[in-house]
């Protein structure tokens, strides 16, 4: 049996979305100065919560979640200048979690004793939401926040605190205006993003790793693979860079011949791989891009 190594590399976005991500990188930035009194900054910032809670109660794999505990009592509510989610039951899910608009911040704080980490499940729950409210693509924020610690990258927008006297952990998401990303541009799936990525083995593994525009999933063995990469926007080197540099971490079987000949990005195929810009829809659909 051949061993191949199929390496497939596909623009999936289309023209219109493509034009939102342009609009959200050009119009991002610093939140504007405005004049207004605390009244108007305090209405400001309940509407904008009030959204975002309404995007979160309407969100698709929340409410999934919700379905499968059927005894159990969800209640998500904002009283104040918080969100406020909680739960009861007997069903092995509850607890009480605020997540804090602190300036121009969400936050959520986990406390060091805490092994519970719903809350920061939530609290991303509540970023896409916020992300929706905002106009901003999800996926993009997302690998955003990756790229940048990928990359050694200061982050204004998501940042994360530990106490070192008490150990609390104090996540921040920032929500006052869209997120200007322009370092998105130079981000790829490098080494430090395939850190805990090991080398493929005979056993079949699957995996999905993001770095700014950047997706890559793979599924199969050392002896066959198949490695997916798609790119925001326009195919551009950071896909290239990024099939080089995953496979490299992966070692199936003849990846020594594909770093040796594959050379540019291109389509076509040699002895133990092959490459293409296409994909099958049902696979676009099933990953959701």
Known sequence: MSKTIKTVVSLLIAAAVIMSFAACSLNGGEKPVTEGTSSQSETAANTALQAILDNFKADEQYN????????TVFEEKLEGDSIFI????????????????????LTYTKEAD???????????????????????????????????????????????????????????????????MPELDTMYVNEKALEYTDALD????????????????????????????????????????????TVAKLQPDNSSVFEKYYTELKEGENDGFSVSFTLDGDFVAEHEF
């Open 114 to 180: 805490v092994q519970d980490y719903t809350g920061y499940a939530f609290f991303m729950y509540l970023k896409t939401a916020a992300d929706k409210y905002l106009g901003m693509d999800s996926g993009l924020t997302t690998g955003y926040i990756s790229g940048c610690g990928n990359f050694d990258i200061d982050n204004k927008y998501f940042i994360s605190e530990t106490d070192e006297e008490t150990g609390a952990t104090e996540y921040k998401l920032y929500i006052a205006d869209k997120w200007d």
């Open 64 to 71: 999934e979640y919700k379905s499968m505990y059927q005894n």
């Open 202 to 245: 005979e056993n079949y593994i699957n995996g999905v790793i993001n770095s700014g525009k950047i997706r890559v999933i793979y599924y199969g063995s050392k002896d066959s693979v198949d490695i997916v990469v798609s790119e925001y926007g326009e195919r551009s080197d950071l896909t290239y860079k990024s099939i080089v540099s």
């Open 86 to 105: 909680n739960i009861s039951g007997d069903e092995g899910v509850s607890g009480n979690y605020e997540f804090r608009l602190d300036g121009d911040y």
